[in-house]
Nanobody, 130 residues
Framework: QVRLVESGGGSVQAGGSLRLSCAGS?????MGWFRQIPGEAREGVAT????????VYADSVKGRFTISQDNASHTLYLQMENLKPEDSDMYYC??????????????????????????WGQGTQVTVAS
């Protein structure tokens, strides 16, 4: 299996922007970005089904984050605008997820995307200062 490698995290001021990249994502029917604070449940941020051209976003990031996928380079992206302190988290990309995760119900159900399901990267830290 090709390993997923996230990059692009860092520290920014509130209102700033970052673009996360995930190399090695390939072309699978359900991929996405998730975030997690140690000790808390993983939260779905954005998912994409490239075959259908559909995207789903968590309510907390709608209008600010954009997920996209470049099949030629096998890279998944997350463009984050107008960042808020509450966006501070470790961000993970995942591929080969069950199709149900790429739905409005699925993105909000962490039990459907535990670490053992699909392929996951090691994460990249995002810190937003107020």
């Amino acid at each position: 299996q090709v390993r997923l490698v996230e990059s692009g995290g860092g520290s920014v001021q509130a209102g700033g922007s970052l673009r996360l990249s995930c190399a090695g994502s390939g072309y699978t029917d359900c991929m996405g970005w998730f975030r997690q604070i140690p000790g808390e449940a993983r939260e779905g941020v954005a998912t994409i089904n490239p075959r259908r051209g559909s995207t789903v976003y968590a309510d907390s990031v709608k209008g600010r984050f954009t997920i996209s996928q470049d099949n030629a380079s096998h890279t998944l992206y997350l463009q984050m605008e107008n960042l808020k302190p509450e966006d501070s988290d470790m961000y993970y990309c995942a591929a080969e997820l069950p199709l149900v995760v790429c739905t409005a119900a699925g993105i909000g159900t962490p039990d459907w995307y535990p670490p053992g399901v699909g392929r996951w990267g090691q994460g990249t830290q995002v810190t937003v200062a107020s």
